[in-house]
């Protein structure tokens, strides 16, 4: 059973699915995601993730209810399905929760993407220890962080890595990425990130095509979320001649001048890809919020790239210090040659040394499987088709792996 509750952990499930599949062709999986897990699993979800998706604290409250209720649906089909092993990928307000439930039962916890403890609520750790049998890192300085709190992860490799450079290697020529999105103007092209959630979306998007209108030499295209319309796009906009792509953000990136990118997965996926970027993340408060927000905070850097390397390798405009001309000023020299520019491509090649080259996905799927007995796939003797050869099904403890150095 797998739990992925947005967009990128959609992505990252359906990868480890596929990862399994080669492992057991006959695995049974049950899951709360989206269509890339449901390709991969070969039946619809349980509970789509569009029916999951919250942000920020007033959202959670207002949406408290259908929370709950999306929460005693996964109880009620662990108790019924009662799988080998529950995967928990990101999404750390439900998950850890579902962890605790799975912990009662006896189901093992597999834990794929850390929540992000070493920045905030620290003491969920002691969730973690206490109910997640085995945590996969996908970030390699918290192998270090969780040593620090005596509990053993393994880093397998992060899964933007191998994503990225499989869309690498799958992108049109320019001239025809231009042509099926109907990009007819020949101007270098800004890109806008402005997230996955409806509610970043509100916040940053307004402030990025402003701060973009500052370069009349450039236009500026938005690439858009899987599961988020068009409609609501031009309706957060306001801007008659907005032009959006859908499942094309990393050509966009890899033909765009410069991104604006809201801080999450996007920032290191535009890293790996190469383009230089500003990351923002405006939300609803002021000042008084951004104190709070220090407070809590325990890194000194919000973005991937910058926390990766330890370094600040691209400007972090957040909360009230992100404004159309905060972005415009630090936008300005990474559209054109410049030492910053430069600046920024150095922090990515160091950034891609960091995080290696292990193909995530399959990393997790074989420890996962070993950790049940399950071996790879294999022929039978007394018959030319692929067979799953099974050491031991009977349910287990897993011991944890060793750290990885």
């Known amino acids: 059973m797998i739990i992925a509750g947005e967009a990128s952990g959609d992505l990252h499930a359906a990868n480890v699915i596929k990862s399994l599949r080669k492992i057991d062709a006959s695995a049974d999986i049950r899951f709360f995601g989206g269509d890339l897990m449901a390709k991969e699993a070969g039946r619809d979800p349980d509970l789509h993730y569009d029916q999951m998706n919250v942000m920020g604290f007033s959202e959670v409250l207002r949406k408290l209810p259908v929370i709950l209720r999306n929460l005693r649906q996964a109880k009620a089909l662990l108790r019924e399905f009662r799988p080998d092993a529950l995967i928990l990928v990101d999404y750390p307000g439900f998950n850890l929760k579902l962890a605790k439930f799975a912990h009662k039962l006896h189901v093992p916890v597999h834990y794929f993407i850390s929540p992000k403890v070493w920045a905030w609520k620290e003491w969920r750790v002691k969730k973690i220890k206490k109910y997640v049998d085995r945590l996969y890192s996908i970030l390699p ?59 970043e979306i509100r916040n940053n998007l307004p402030l990025m095509i402003a701060a973009a209108k500052r370069f009349p030499e450039f236009q500026y295209v938005v690439g858009a979320a899987p599961a988020v319309g068009e409609k609501f796009y031009r309706e957060v906009a306001q801007d008659p001649g907005l032009k959006v792509t859908f499942g094309s953000t990393h050509t966009l990136l890899k033909y765009s001048q410069a991104a604006v990118v809201t801080s999450g997965t996007a920032t290191l996926e535009t890293a790996l890809i190469g383009t230089p970027q500003v990351v923002v993340y405006r939300a609803n408060g002021v000042k008084l919020s951004y104190r709070i927000m220090e407070k809590l905070l325990k890194v000194k850097y919000v973005s991937l790239p910058n926390l990766i390397v330890g370094n600040s390798v691209v400007p972090e405009l957040l909360v009230h210090n992100c404004t159309v001309e905060s972005i415009t000023r630090e936008l300005s020299p990474i559209l054109q040659p410049s030492p910053r520019r430069e600046w920024q491509i150095a922090g990515y090649r160091t950034m891609q040394r960091k995080l290696g080259n292990s193909v995530a996905s399959e990393y997790v799927a074989e420890l996962i499987a070993d950790s049940l007995g399950v071996s790879e796939r294999v022929p039978a003797e007394d018959d030319a088709k692929p067979q799953t050869h099974k050491r031991n099904r009977r349910r287990k403890q897993p011991r944890r792996e060793e750290s990885a150095s």
């Open 141 to 199: 300085f918290e192998v270090g962080f969780y040593k620090k709190h005596h509990y053993d992860v393994t880093y397998v490799g992060n899964p933007s890595v191998q994503e990225i450079a499989y869309s690498l290697g799958h992108i049109p020529p320019k001239k025809h990425f231009m042509e099926r999105q109907g990009l007819d103007d020949p101007r270098p092209i800004i890109a806008l990130l402005p997230g996955s959630r409806r509610g």
